[in-house]
C-alpha cells in the first residue's frame, strides 16, 4: 500500500483539498450509514417502554428519512470527486508513461514488445489507479464504518457481547489475507500473457491484409486462440484462489452471527439487555461483513496493483543509452559531417552491420549511397539520427562528436524520409504539418511541389483536407513516399535523407523529384540511398556499400570507369531497361 502511496505521492500533494474534502465525506457517509441501524433500535425500546409520543415519532421518522436523502446527496458529491480524480489520475500516469517513450532510444523498442507497452499503459495502469482509488474509498469508508459500529456496540450496548461476536473476525480475515498473499504470483503470470495476447491480438489486425491475401485466416484464429486460450488458463489459477474467498469468510461469518445472536438472547433474559438493543447489535453484525470483505478485497487489489507498479516501473525507470547531458552543446548548422571509422553492431546481434566507415560528407554536396539489399546503407544513414550510439569509432560534425551536441538539435538538422511510410490518421496537409506545424499554405504548397504530389491532389475528393491513413483514403505506395517526402521537405532540413524513398515512383517521376532537388534545395545537404541508379547518378559523391564497408567511392563517371560492383550493377539495369 505504501508503495502505491509513494508512487503518486505528487498527485495527492497536487490534490490535497480534493482529497481533504473527500476523507471527510466519507467519514460522514461511514457515520450516517450506521445510524440508521441505532434510530431503529431506539424506536423498538420506545414503542415496547410505552414512551412513544408525538414529539418522538416525529423525530424517528425525521431520522429515517434525512439520514438515506443527506447520505445519497454526500455519496453524490463524493463520487463525482473520485471519479474526477481517478480519471484526472490516469490522464496524468498516462501522459508521463507516453512521454517517457518519447525519450526511449531504439535499443529500447527491440527489448520491448508493442503489445507488452500498450498492456502496461492499459490493463497495468487501469489496476494501478483502480486500487489508489479503493485505497481510499475502500480502507478510509469501510474502517470508518467498523469502527464507529464497534465503538457504538461497545459503548452503548454491551462491551462482553462485541468482543465474543467480534474477535473470531480477524482469525477468518487473517486466513483469507494468507490465500490471497499466494495467488499473487499468478497475477504476475497472468499479466504476462496478458502483454503476449495483447501483442498477438495486435499483430493480427495490423497484418490483416497479408493474413488474407495467403488465406491463412484459419492458422491466425488458431494461434490467437491459443493466446486467449492461455489468457484464460492463466485467470482460471487467480479464480481458483479467489473461490476460497467467500464460503471460508461466510463460515466465519456465520458462527460471528450465531454467537452475537444466542448471547444477546442470553443477556435479554439476565436484564443485560433490551430487545431494541439486541436487534440494533444484530444490525450492526451484518453490516460488518461488506466493510471486512472490502478490506480484504482492496489488499488484494492492491496486491495486483503491486505487480502492475513494478510493470510501469519497469518502463519509468528506463533510462536511455542515447541521452543529452548538462554538456550538450546547441547546433542548427553545420559545415562537414565526418565518419571516421565507424562500426555498429545492433544492439541484440552478434557481427557488426557496418564495419570501420570512414567518409566526409560537406555541407551542400549531395550524396548517394548504393549496394546490394541488407548490406547495411539505411543502418549507417539512420547513425545520423542518433538511435543508438556507434560501437566504434566516432562521428564528427564540425570536429565535434556528435554526442556532444543536443539530440533534439540533431534530429532537426535532418528531414528523414525512412522506408517505411508512417502516414497518421489525419489529412494530407495535416499529415505534412508533421514536419513543420507552423508552416503556413504556401510552403505546404512548395513542398508538396517539390515532391511531385501537386498531380495526386487533384485526384483526391477533398484535396489537401482528405483523410489518409489508417481509415481514411488509401494511397498508392508511390503516393504514401511523395507524401512522406513533402513532410521532410516542409522542414526545410540543412539534410534531406531519403532512405530508398523513391523505390515506388516510376522514372519520370524520379527524374522530376530529383531536377525539383537540385532547383530548391542549393546549398542544403541531401543524402539520397537507392536502388536505381537513375536516382544518385548526378550526386556529387556515390558511396558503395558491400557486407558492411565502402567498397567504392566516387562520382557517377569514375565509378562507371573502375571494374567494380557499381558498374556491373549498372550495366544490368540498363541491359534490363
Ligand atoms: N533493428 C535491427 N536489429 C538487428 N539487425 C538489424 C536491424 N535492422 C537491420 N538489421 C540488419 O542489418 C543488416 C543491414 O540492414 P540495412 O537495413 O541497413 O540494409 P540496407 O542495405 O539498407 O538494405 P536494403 O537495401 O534491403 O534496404 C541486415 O542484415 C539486417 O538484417
Redesign the pocket.
Known sequence: MANIIRKIKWFIIEHRVTYVIMLFLLLSIAFISLTPAYVLGFAIDTVISGKLNESTLVMIVGALVLLPVSRYALSFVYNYLSNKTAQTLTFQLRKRYLSHLFEMDSKFF?LYDKGDLISRVTADLDSITQAASSIMEGIIFNVGVILFAIGVMGFSISWELTIISVTIMPIGLTILNIIRSKKRKYVKIHREIYAEMTEKVLESVEGQKTIRAYVQEENDLDKLKDAIDADIESWRYIVRYESWFNPLFEVVYGIAYVLAFVFGVYFILESKMSLGQLITFVSYVGMLYGPIIAISTIFTQINNATISIDRYDEIMTQVPEVHDDLTSKDIIDFKQIRFENVTFL?P??KQP?IKDITFEINNGQTIGIV?P????????IRQLLREFNVTQGQIYIDNQRIDSYKIEDIRNLVGYVP?THILFKRGVDENILIGKPNANVDMINKAIKIADFEKDLLFLQQGLHTMVGESGTTLSGGQKQRLSIARALIKEPEILILD?SLSAVDAKTEDTIIGHLIDFRKGKTNII?A?RFSAVRDADVILV?ENGQITQKGTHEELLKQDGWYKHQYIQQMTMK
Open positions: 527491440e545492433y541484440f546481434d552491420v549496394g539489399t541488407g548490406s547495411g546503407k539505411s543502418t549507417l522506408q530508398d540511398v536502388h556499400i
